[in-house]
Nanobody
Framework: QVQLVESGGGSVQAGGSLRLSCAGL????????VTWFRQAPGKEREGVAS???????SYTDSAKGRFAISLDNNKNTLYLQMNSLKPEDTARYYC???????????????????WGQGTQVTVSS
């Protein structure tokens, strides 16, 4: 397992933007899936945005049109650009990586091998 490192979280007002980073990715799987998850207090962790090795992206409905996931292979870093943030986006955000090309935000979390410790995002109204 690899320990991924997230950064870029913080406190913003509604309507603001943040860009999260996830460093430490490694491509040892051949085909792979990398996903941003989030967990709000009292709620289950949910997938927010996914990126497959053939550059196919998927988003949960609440993120569509506002968030953008991207991968810099040269830097082994995954990003999540978050715009038009809402108070309901408040959560701890995690990145995860796992083998296999099947890659959606609903892919089972136990199929990911590498996780980060998370970065907190707080959006005030």
């Amino acid at each position: 397992q690899v320990q991924l490192v997230e950064s870029g979280g913080g406190s913003v007002q509604a309507g603001g933007s943040l860009r999260l980073s996830c460093a430490g990715l490694r491509n040892i799987y051949g085909s792979y899936c990398v996903t941003w998850f989030r967990q709000a207090p009292g709620k289950e962790r949910e997938g927010v945005a996914s990126f497959s090795d053939d550059a196919v992206t998927s988003y949960t409905d609440s993120a569509k049109g506002r968030f953008a996931i991207s991968l810099d292979n040269n830097k082994n870093t995954l990003y999540l650009q978050m715009n038009s943030l809402k108070p309901e986006d408040t959560a701890r955000y995690y990145c995860a990586a796992g083998p296999g090309r099947y890659c959606t935000t609903t892919r089972a979390q136990n199929t990911y091998n590498d996780w980060g410790q998370g970065t907190q995002v707080t959006v005030s109204s």
